[in-house]
């Protein structure tokens, strides 16, 4: 019996884990190591290139689709985050966590469902599609991550030091930016990075809340589809892979020095 | 008391007043791209396109010629264009590309507009073979941008008679194509995943028309389609190349633009229209009914299929142009081939997709039948 434990723990787990990460990693590995081939269809290796990485900065179709995506994305997490967050707090104040119930109907329909009722709306009151219907639509879906999220988090936090705050003499703003914001924060950071990808990611809603002055990244990868798609994309993805993997070192080494600072005091 | 009630309604008034506030902003955040709309002073067109259809250097340089900008969004499908111009009648959108029998939908339900042939001097410069088709007689609504033919890639180790390839490779079974001695090996092949290419390929194929066709005809076409599967790897049009250069299938459907690419990177491949006949499928170029900027449109559509441009767009892209001007930008090696780029004999053989053939219920009805099967 404990033999048969030991030679799971110590063959048979890290061949499991092994697996689940390969699994995980390989199609991200071999996207990126296809976009440093010098084929144009990635099914064999060709040799080491740039060409791809050149030909994305020459791809004015591409970089203007990259930035309409980037605009919409930051948007709705700047917008998301902040509208789940007020939204937990005057929950609260209203003494309404029915409400919450109302949000988690978001995530359970299908995303489908969802775009053609958004589309609806703009078509009923005449709202023309285009940048603020995109970042509505994409606001919409990611409340349905941020508020459970955020009000996770809230509900752990501990009244005592609110009261402790407010006792000492510190004002609502003082004390929610000095206490509450920073305990907040792990949630915050966490909804907002989701809530980004999320929209990045996004192709049913940015494919019909999206008028004649936008498209998304997710829109035109698809529209693609139809001639093949180049191994411009897998540049692409390598870019986005680098900028997204860079961000999450940064944020881990900000934890780290905290740990440090916090140790040393 | 009265103090406190006098708070409290306070408190009410200032919820609602941050209400209609949040209301306000988010309105005008919504509705601000019709007041940019109202008050924007320069000139410009959005073009609503499949991808590689239409270079964005073409639009850069009606920019530089007219000033007027050209903003190109792109869609995937034919379908895809319905759906949206469906929702709201294409506003916003200037001018569309559709495949011919989308061009027939839109046009029989009233979401194009009509041209106005006096204002488009370069009707006269296209290839009549390509005007006046049945999906819009007299080009009333639409005007060809660009045409492709559809055939059969085959590997040319795998057919033996490269002169005699006909729809047998792709509905007959492997196993008896190579007790024939037609092919040297078993084979699989990557059949079109558009409902509409696969039964009218089939339709030529057991009956040579497309017209007329009577529900046990059908029947037989779904029967046919459903034994195909036997031998379908895939039923992909995009992932093409994929299959072909990793010697997954050596057979499969395909245009003659895709065609172009493939013979880029290999020579191993061929490709024929089948003995029977096959598609030819025209891009053309038509404006919704909610386009105002009737002026700006017209001039765009001379521009885009002027010679210099057809001949930029048919080089980059590789489809024919409409423009017979731009067919000496066609490389010799594809103007020469009948099968890229037919003459006038190989064009009788090719069919254009229609609306009503076969009638959109039986083919999603037969279409469902395969799938399902």
Known sequence: ?265 | MNNSSNLSTRRFLLKIMIACSCLCVMAFALYMPRLLDFLRTSQSLNLYSFTEMISPEVAQRFEDKTGISVNIKYFQTNEELYAKLRVNGGEGYDVIVASEYMIETLKNEGIVQKLDHSKLSIIHELDERLLNQPFDPGNMYSLPLEWHTYGIVFDKKLVKNHDQISLDLLFQSPQELLEKGLVNNRYKICMTDDPKEAVMLALLYLFKKLKSINSSEFADVEQLLIRQKQWVEAYSSSSLQYFLFTDIVPIAVTSSSYMKKIMGETDRFGFKIPEEGSLMVIENLAVPMACKKVDLVHQFLNFVLAEKNAALNSEKYGYNPTNKKAYAAIPEQFLRDSNMFPDDQTFLRLHILRQEYPPKKKLESIWLGVKCA
């Open chain 1, 1 to 265: 019996m404990v033999d048969n434990k030991r030679f799971f723990i110590k063959f048979l787990h890290p061949v499991f884990v092994g697996f689940a990460y390969l699994f995980l990693y390989l199609p991200i590995i071999i996207m990126v190591l296809f976009s440093f081939n010098d084929a144009t269809v990635s099914v064999k290796w060709e040799g080491f290139s740039l060409r791809w990485y050149q030909q994305l900065f020459q791809t004015p179709e591409i970089l203007e689709a990259l930035r309409s995506s980037l605009i919409v994305a930051i948007a709705t997490t700047i917008l998301s985050v902040t509208l789940g967050t007020c939204f937990v707090f005057a929950s609260k104040w209203w003494k309404a966590s029915f409400l919450f119930n109302l949000f988690y109907a978001n995530i359970l329909l299908p995303e489908i469902v969802l775009a053609i009722g958004i589309l609806s709306i703009f078509t009923f009151f005449q709202i023309p599609v285009g940048y603020g219907s995109l970042i509505a639509g994409h606001t919409l879906l990611g409340l349905g991550f941020v508020i459970p999220i955020v009000r996770a988090r809230f509900v752990e936090l501990d009244p005592i030091l609110t009261e402790a705050s407010l006792d000492l003499g510190a004002t609502y703003t003082t004390t929610f930016r000095k206490v509450i914001l920073p305990l907040l924060m792990p949630s915050l950071l966490a909804s907002s990075l989701l809530v980004f990808t999320l929209s990045m990611d996004d192709f049913l809603i940015s494919f019909f809340c999206s008028g004649p002055q936008v498209q998304t990244l997710s829109v035109y990868v698809y529209s693609m589809i139809r001639t093949g798609i180049d191994p411009t994309i897998n540049a692409l993805s390598g870019i986005f892979l680098a900028i997204s993997s860079l961000l999450v070192l940064v944020l881990c080494s900000l934890k780290i020095v905290d740990q440090v600072i916090s140790y040393e005091q």
